[in-house]
């Protein structure tokens, strides 16, 4: 389940990752492939970078907090992966050990309207061409090679399907104070049944203030905020192979099949899709 609390202090410092200069990328080498295995609670601390980074675990499920300039919150699946543009603040927390697959974008690769963050479905081919040029750092098998394959892996994620699988936050400075609560609340316990005006009372609020905040802070309704957050919580459930019908109970739902129409509707493949998926 996501963390409720916000990774980004209010002035949050920038930091240097380990090991990072040897796969920064550049014109020439415009996609660099970092492969880590990371254990879980394993946690980067707020950073940027001056390129691009797609985050992409070949196992495991990472959550992935970026601030564009909202803050959101990704679960990432083996079959996802997140964009997160040039300059974008972001935090990550390896919430099941990962097989962590980085991969480092030039700056000038990025596509048309990519400024901010996003969730891509990961192909079979782009899976197949991340291996590819992880096993080229350790090769180095030649500059033809290395770039036919970066030029196709950068195609393949501009035509990559997306999914809206964020969980926007409201901002911890500046955000309403009641709003942050109820979303806190709602991440803590996932279960939990309450309609937005039960939940609104213990925020000492009516329905119709909350419903009305949703909208001018976060863009949405609480229903349609939920959804992520329930879809956010399910997924690590699945990927460890967690029973549909103990997914859907920690989800709040009376019963499976309400839970799997809700997920196939969302995900576009049935909650079992998602069991066990080490290599999507």
């Not at 901002?171 to 709602?186: Q, S």
């Not at 009305?212 to 690590?236: C, K, M, N, V």
Request: hydrophobic share 45%; net charge neutral.
């Amino acid at each position: 389940m996501p963390r409720p609390s916000s990774p980004f202090p209010a002035r949050p410092a920038l930091i240097s990752v380990d090991g990072i200069d040897a796969f920064t990328p550049s014109p020439a080498r415009p996609v660099r492939v970092r492969a880590r295995s990371m254990p879980a609670d394993t946690h980067f601390k707020p950073h940027r970078h001056g390129w691009a980074q797609l985050a992409y675990c070949a196992s495991g499920i990472l959550q992935v907090t970026a601030a564009t300039p909202d803050e959101v919150t990704y679960i990432v699946p083996p079959s996802r992966a997140v964009w997160i543009a040039p300059g974008a603040l972001h935090a990550i927390n390896v919430l099941e050990a990962a097989e962590f697959r980085t991969l480092y974008l030039h700056a000038d690769t990025t596509p048309a309207g990519w400024q901010g963050c996003r969730v891509i479905v990961v192909s079979p081919l782009l899976r197949e061409m991340v291996l590819a040029l992880d096993a080229h750092e350790d090769s180095r098998l030649g500059v033809t090679r290395e770039a036919m394959l970066s030029g196709l892996l950068i195609d393949e994620i501009t035509h990559a399907d997306t999914q809206p699988l964020g969980v926007p936050m409201p901002h911890a400075e500046h955000g309403d104070k009641r709003l942050r609560a109820l979303c806190e609340a709602v991440l803590r316990a996932p279960a939990e049944r309450a309609t937005l005006a039960e939940w609104a009372a213990d925020m000492g609020a009516s329905e119709r203030t909350m419903a009305r905040l949703f909208r001018d802070e976060l863009g949405t309704s609480y229903q349609q905020w939920r959804q992520q957050a329930i879809l956010a919580h399910a997924l690590p459930l699945l990927a460890r192979g967690t029973p549909v019908s103990q997914v859907a109970a920690a989800s709040g739902y009376a019963s499976d099949s309400a839970f799997s129409a809700m997920f196939k509707a969302a995900m576009g493949q049935s909650p079992s899709y998602f069991q066990n998926k080490k290599g999507l």
